[in-house]
């Protein structure tokens, strides 16, 4: 079973003469322990494909189902504990809480949902070790480097039993080293078993996915067929 | 890099055997650029004899003769080191050309060209991503190497997003006169005839 399935996802801005029509009838699916890109330019509705596969914002039509589960047949209070729950998300600007220390950051979707402090707490510590954070647990974001922020940010995405993962340009203002990083550790949570949704007009980052989903115009035009293996690659040329 | 300054490269670390020169040189270029042992001689023998490397005088001809740099040598490869490439010219490149044939060419798609090598070009990305992943952590030339890979397909990725958006504006205005000015460019950055 897919962790995210979308069937036929459109989504439509406004009415009469400003209607903008940024989606029409996306089908995406994304299973457990896999990583998908979804590449296109500025505009091309990629970012409100993530808000709405992550039930940040309603479809105009079609259906999004998360673990198979439905949303439209979930209540407004289901879907916000299926949020806190079972989804993480990554945004380029990470937005961390400036006043929380970054296990405070990564602990609060637990203790917002009810988990005790204590155990919280526990898991975010074990969240950012597994993440090499473990020494910037103390740690104020601006005290962190960008890179730092964006990795506690993926701890705060994966922390607990989170089996959705959503990111929006995740290494958007970061250089190579530190877009690898976050790359390296957002496959690592698909080792895991999280299924991963990374969207991204960058091409390097696209291409650590198994599957990239290329948007234009609100629209699926394309999808990158399974690559042979890297052993190729490294085939004498013929004129050598 | 030809292979007369691979070799002056590796004698720079200090002496070595021929058969060694022959070994290290397909382990630094990831096995890629295989050569083969006549090669390696015969530019053994051409640096010798213009008193770049020297070999040892009781040795005989073979796999087990040594060298070593001379000072010669070394300057040639600091001098080599220095001197950049020549990158002057744009290079004769066939997907720049299929694109401005597409863009030119009656009934074309030339979104749906551009399409067509940006996945292709993202696929290979995705075989070199794997390599890195797999193995490149454990080898720093191998990683330079696909590093170096990755940034020239990701150049060639975002000229086609970059061609793929300016064709598109370009088709929402009004049209303009017909121009074609690759040769007056060509000229004034004095490219290759």
New interface residues.
């Given amino acids: 079973m897919s962790m995210l399935e979308l069937r036929k996802i459109s989504k439509v801005y406004g009415q009469g003469a400003s209607e903008v029509q940024a989606l029409h009838e996306i089908d995406l699916w994304v299973d457990p322990g896999s990583l998908v890109a979804v590449?296109g330019?500025s505009g091309s509705g990629k970012s409100t494909l993530l808000t709405i596969a992550g039930s940040l914002e309603a479809p105009t039509s079609g259906e999004v189902v998360v673990g198979g589960a439905l949303l439209s047949e979930m209540s407004r209070n289901d879907q916000a504990r299926m949020r806190r729950r079972s989804i993480g998300y990554v945004f380029q600007d990470y937005n961390l809480l400036a006043g929380l220390t970054s296990v405070e950051n990564v602990s609060l979707p637990l203790e917002l949902d009810g988990v005790s402090a204590k155990k919280a707490r526990a898991a975010g510590m074990a969240a950012l070790d597994e993440l090499g954070l473990a020494d910037r647990a103390s740690h104020y974001p601006d005290e962190l480097s960008g890179g730092e922020r964006q990795r506690v940010s993926i701890a705060r995405a994966v922390v607990g039993d989170r089996q959705l993962l959503l990111a929006d340009e995740p290494s958007g203002a970061l250089d190579s080293t530190n877009g690898?990083a976050v790359m390296?550790m957002i496959?690592g949570a698909c080792k895991r078993g999280v299924a991963a949704v990374v969207v991204t007009?960058d091409?390097?980052l696209?291409?650590?996915?198994?599957r990239?989903v290329?948007l234009?115009d609100g629209r699926v035009?394309?999808?990158?067929?399974s690559?042979?293996?890297?052993e190729?690659?490294?085939q004498?040329?013929p004129h050598? | 890099m030809s292979v007369r300054y691979a070799l002056l490269a590796l004698l720079s670390e200090g002496p070595k055997y021929g058969l060694q020169l022959r070994q290290e040189f397909e382990a630094r270029t990831g096995e890629v650029w295989p050569l083969n042992v006549g090669q390696v001689y015969t530019t053994l023998q051409r640096l010798e004899r213009d008193g770049l490397v020297e070999s040892e005088d009781d040795a005989e001809e073979g796999p087990q003769k040594g060298f070593h740099l001379t000072p010669e040598g070394h300057a040639e490869l600091t001098d080599w080191l220095r001197t950049p490439p020549d990158l002057s010219s744009p290079p004769r490149d066939e997907l720049v050309i299929k694109v401005m044939v597409a863009v030119r060419m009656p009934g074309a798609d030339v979104h749906e060209v551009i399409q067509v090598h940006r996945r292709y070009l993202i696929e290979l990305m995705q075989q070199w991503t794997r390599l890195k992943e797999d193995e490149a952590e454990f080898d720093l030339g191998f990683a330079l190497v696909v590093d170096a890979e990755l940034f020239r397909l990701d150049a060639l990725v975002r000229w086609l997003d970059a061609a793929d958006g300016r064709i598109k504006r370009a088709a929402s205005e009004p049209p303009r006169p017909e121009s074609f000015p690759m040769p007056k460019l060509r000229r004034r950055i004095g490219a290759r005839p």
């Fill in positions: 590449m330019a690898e390296r496959l007009h091409a390097q696209a291409s650590w996915a198994e990239v290329f234009r035009v394309d999808q990158t067929m690559p042979p293996s890297p190729s690659l490294l004498p040329a050598s």
